[in-house]
């Protein structure tokens, strides 16, 4: 059961005298109205009163799953704080709720505060913002937010439009598994660098304009990948699901899924004609438009399009004939509309409509088709079903040689966690691999196994089988396999075969199936085996591609 507890000014005292010392804080507290000693602190503003005194080393402050109703302001200097000596507010064994209870921020963090950390925390009940970062005595930096879920339904002005996340000039901040919802927004980033948004959900609830919005970030290195972000609001030049404004430059918005339902854009993109080493890219994402809107508009500053390097996603709308927009923003002079082989065609005719230095098209790998997700419309089921066209159709491509972005990226996982292909999906979902087989082999006999999801014809597959739970390393991918050998024990000094049909070319509609040949060894009887495909690059650098689940199975007479 959730208690509801109230911070009010006695309860504040009491719990200064009952948990803080006169010293810097060091290791673990809690925050707890139920507890006691000089450990725990009664409300969140009583933790956070006693940080004024600084710390000397990490601190964790674990709190209760009860509900705290108070508003949190930290604005106040943590001596001590680094990258070293970071301070988290975790709830371990169950939500904790802060309840704003209707006043206008429910946790706001004002610079020179930093190095933060906050878990597992639902923040409810505020009227403006849940969730503020905000520039002050210097730029706020470092925090770190996993599993929040900020929910509210607020007033707002789409010039100065509250969000559930609102961050200024904020620097490396990583918002992670977080669920954000507002009907003004349900993220702001205005200015700032290195702000990450991975595997979120951001809904803005029929209402907001947009629902996510990254606005002046000049070459940035924003990141936003594998979000489910949907339902703006049907509002004239503002009712985007995302848009990316004004100065918005150097970002990565890849493999996302996107989704609107009126007459407005899903997706807004918009910056100067800067160089291309400073373009955003848009890369991976699945956007769709089940109203009478497009999926995209690209806008159009000075005779040229903004650079984006858009590529690889896949579009989806009802109206082919405005599925993509070349355009001004206010008071819009539409340049072009079509959909996607006309915006080639066009990009054809109207060479110097593209800034030059960068890439010479736009979307050229790009699809337009019904992305075959489980459910677009609520409730919503964005995983991809198997017969899916945007299976393999991603790039690890994600950062072109003329861009300043980090030349390594890639996103290795997708919303659940699950590894990327080296040949990815579009969207936030990646399709596993899963095998069909189990049960019982007798010694002697063949365990026959199928690899029962969509990969790319021609690539070669072998199954892999181990004794125990695993895992071991096979090339730079872990097999969730067992610790022993690869079923190389010998029986009677005879080493048995593991390995049958390895070499078989996966068919044309990406299955494959194998058989697992056990030797007539009577010792192996008993034995439970765990079984998985391997997909083995065809070249270097890759080797392992993907592996597939482990079935298990045992070995009969």
């Given at each position: 059961?959730?208690?509801?507890?109230?911070?009010?000014?006695?309860?504040?005292?009491?719990?200064?005298?009952?948990?803080?010392?006169?010293?810097?804080?060091?290791?673990?507290?809690?925050?707890?109205?139920?507890?006691s000693?000089?450990?725990?602190?009664?409300?969140?503003?009583?933790?956070?009163?006693?940080?004024?005194?600084?710390?000397?080393?990490?601190?964790?402050?674990?709190?209760?799953?009860?509900?705290?109703?108070?508003?949190?302001?930290?604005?106040?200097?943590?001596?001590?704080?680094?990258?070293?000596?970071?301070i988290?507010?975790?709830?371990?064994?169950?939500?904790?709720?802060?309840?704003?209870?209707?006043?206008?921020?429910?946790?706001?963090?004002?610079?020179?505060?930093?190095?933060?950390?906050?878990?597992?925390?639902?923040?409810?009940?505020?009227?403006?913002?849940?969730?503020?970062?905000?520039?002050?005595?210097?730029?706020?930096?470092?925090?770190?937010?996993?599993?929040?879920?900020?929910?509210?339904?607020?007033?707002?002005?789409?010039f100065?439009?509250?969000?559930?996340?609102?961050?200024?000039?904020?620097?490396?901040?990583?918002?992670?598994?977080?669920?954000?919802?507002g009907?003004?927004?349900?993220?702001?980033?205005?200015?700032?660098?290195?702000?990450?948004?991975?595997?979120?959900?951001?809904?803005?609830?029929?209402?907001?304009?947009?629902?996510?919005y990254?606005?002046?970030?000049?070459?940035?290195?924003?990141?936003?990948?594998?979000?489910?972000?949907?339902?703006?609001?049907?509002?004239?030049?503002?009712?985007?699901?995302?848009?990316?404004?004004?100065?918005?430059?150097?970002?990565?918005?890849?493999?996302?899924?996107?989704?609107?339902?009126?007459?407005?854009?899903?997706?807004?993109?918009?910056?100067?004609?800067?160089?291309?080493?400073?373009?955003?890219?848009?890369?991976?994402?699945?956007?769709?438009?089940?109203?009478?809107?497009?999926?995209?508009?690209?806008?159009?500053?000075?005779?040229?399009?903004?650079?984006?390097?858009?590529?690889?996603?896949?579009y989806?709308?009802?109206?082919?004939?405005?599925?993509?927009?070349?355009?001004?923003?206010?008071?819009?002079?539409?340049?072009?509309?079509?959909?996607?082989?006309?915006?080639?065609?066009?990009?054809?005719?109207?060479?110097?409509?593209?800034?030059?230095?960068?890439?010479?098209?736009?979307?050229?790998?790009?699809?337009?088709?019904?992305?075959?997700?489980?459910?677009?419309?609520?409730?919503?089921?964005?995983?991809?079903?198997?017969?899916?066209?945007?299976?393999?159709?991603?790039?690890?491509?994600?950062?072109?040689?003329f861009?300043?972005?980090?030349?390594?990226?890639?996103?290795?996982?997708?919303?659940?966690?699950?590894v990327?292909?080296?040949?990815?999906?579009?969207?936030?979902?990646?399709?596993?691999?899963?095998?069909?087989?189990?049960?019982?082999?007798?010694?002697?006999?063949?365990?026959?196994?199928?690899?029962?999801?969509?990969?790319?014809?021609?690539?070669?597959?072998?199954?892999?089988?181990?004794?125990?739970?695993?895992?071991?390393?096979?090339?730079?991918?872990?097999?969730?396999?067992?610790?022993?050998?690869?079923?190389?024990?010998?029986?009677n000094?005879?080493?048995?075969?593991?390995?049958?049909?390895?070499?078989?070319?996966?068919?044309?509609?990406?299955?494959?199936?194998?058989?697992?040949?056990?030797?007539?060894?009577?010792?192996?009887?008993?034995?439970?085996?765990?079984?998985?495909?391997?997909?083995?690059?065809?070249?270097?650098?890759?080797?392992?591609?993907?592996?597939?689940?482990?079935?298990?199975f045992?070995?009969?007479t």
């Amino acid at each position: 059961m959730i208690a509801l507890i109230r911070s009010t000014p006695v309860a504040l005292a009491l719990a200064l005298l009952v948990g803080t010392g006169a010293g810097q804080l060091n290791g673990t507290y809690t925050i707890d109205p139920s507890g006691s000693g000089s450990r725990n602190f009664k409300t969140f503003n009583a933790a956070v009163t006693a940080l004024a005194a600084g710390v000397n080393g990490p601190v964790t402050f674990t709190i209760a799953s009860v509900v705290f109703q108070e508003t949190v302001l930290i604005a106040t200097p943590i001596s001590g704080a680094s990258a070293t000596n970071t301070i988290s507010f975790v709830a371990p064994s169950g939500q904790a709720v802060l309840d704003a209870n209707g006043q206008n921020d429910a946790l706001r963090i004002v610079s020179p505060v930093s190095w933060l950390r906050f878990e597992n925390i639902k923040i409810i009940n505020w009227r403006r913002r849940g969730l503020v970062i905000a520039s002050g005595a210097g730029l706020p930096r470092d925090f770190v937010f996993s599993r929040i879920e900020i929910d509210n339904e607020a007033p707002g002005s789409p010039f100065d439009p509250p969000a559930a996340f609102d961050a200024t000039d904020v620097i490396d901040c990583v918002v992670r598994n977080c669920i954000l919802r507002g009907t003004s927004g349900a993220a702001v980033v205005n200015y700032g660098s290195n702000v990450l948004f991975d595997s979120c959900e951001m809904d803005g609830l029929g209402k907001a304009r947009p629902v996510l919005y990254l606005v002046n970030g000049r070459d940035s290195d924003h990141v936003v990948k594998n979000c489910f972000i949907h339902s703006p609001g049907n509002t004239r030049s503002y009712g985007y699901a995302l848009r990316l404004a004004a100065n918005s430059l150097g970002a990565m918005i890849v493999n996302n899924t996107i989704i609107s339902d009126h007459s407005e854009a899903t997706v807004f993109l918009t910056s100067p004609p800067d160089p291309w080493s400073q373009a955003s890219s848009f890369k991976n994402n699945i956007v769709i438009n089940l109203g009478t809107g497009p999926a995209i508009v690209f806008e159009w500053i000075s005779n040229q399009i903004s650079p984006y390097v858009s590529d690889h996603n896949c579009y989806y709308s009802r109206n082919p004939s405005n599925r993509i927009l070349v355009s001004t923003w206010w008071n819009p002079l539409i340049v072009f509309s079509g959909d996607l082989a006309a915006f080639r065609a066009w990009q054809k005719q109207n060479p110097a409509a593209i800034v030059p230095g960068g890439v010479t098209s736009y979307d050229a790998n790009s699809i337009e088709a019904d992305p075959g997700l489980v459910s677009m419309t609520q409730p919503f089921d964005i995983h991809l079903k198997q017969t899916s066209p945007v299976i393999d159709l991603g790039t690890t491509n994600l950062v072109e040689p003329f861009q300043t972005f980090p030349q390594g990226f890639k996103v290795t996982h997708d919303f659940e966690g699950q590894v990327r292909e080296w040949k990815p999906d579009i969207g936030a979902d990646e399709i596993a691999a899963s095998l069909v087989g189990s049960g019982s082999t007798s010694i002697g006999g063949t365990q026959n196994l199928a690899l029962a999801a969509p990969r790319d014809a021609g690539l070669l597959c072998q199954v892999g089988s181990s004794f125990g739970t695993g895992p071991i390393m096979i090339g730079w991918r872990p097999l969730g396999l067992g610790l022993d050998d690869l079923l190389l024990a010998t029986a009677n000094n005879y080493w048995p075969r593991v390995f049958s049909g390895y070499r078989g070319v996966l068919d044309g509609q990406g299955q494959a199936k194998a058989g697992i040949n056990i030797p007539y060894a009577p010792t192996l009887i008993g034995l439970r085996l765990n079984t998985a495909f391997v997909t083995i690059s065809p070249s270097a650098p890759f080797g392992i591609q993907s592996i597939s689940n482990t079935v298990s199975f045992t070995i009969t007479t």
